[in-house]
């Protein structure tokens, strides 16, 4: 069983950064992570998943891709999403997941996924 609890959500300006953290209780290391959002009304979309910090392969929804970059630290259990040039619609709760095993290909299906945080709320306004 590994928790997983996400910080760094909050009210940001358009055109601004944040940064999300998602601590993991146990390790986590080689297992793929990924950062998920869902905003009011709409459907659950992946945005960015990784494997390990060693190996660094990353996947990115087309929607995010220039501005979200995904890392972790494999020795905190910590992932991180960087958001850059906040845009209206980033505006939704934000999720980490990450399933055991090993991470062969990082996924952004929601359904690969085994533990969930319980989200951070990122607001966007113009």
């Known amino acids: 069983q590994v928790q997983l609890e996400e910080s760094g959500g909050g009210s940001a300006q358009e055109g601004t950064s944040l940064r999300l953290s998602c601590v993991a209780s146990?390790?986590?290391?080689?297992?793929?992570m990924g950062w998920f959002r869902q905003a009011p009304g709409k459907q659950r979309e992946g945005v960015a998943a990784?494997?390990?910090?060693?190996?660094?392969?990353?996947r990115y929804a087309d929607s995010v891709k220039g501005r979200f970059t995904i890392t972790k630290d494999d020795a905190k259990n910590t992932l991180y999403l960087d958001i850059n040039t906040l845009r209206p619609e980033d505006t939704a709760m934000y999720y980490c997941?990450?399933?055991?095993?090993?991470?062969?290909?990082?996924?952004?299906?929601?359904?690969?996924?085994?533990?969930w945080g319980q989200g951070t709320q990122v607001t966007v306004s113009s």
């Open positions: 990784i494997d390990s910090e060693s190996t660094g392969r990353t």
């Open positions: 997941a990450t399933k055991p095993g090993i991470c062969w290909l990082p996924s952004l299906v929601g359904t690969d996924y085994t533990y």
């Open positions: 146990g390790s986590t290391y080689r297992s793929c």
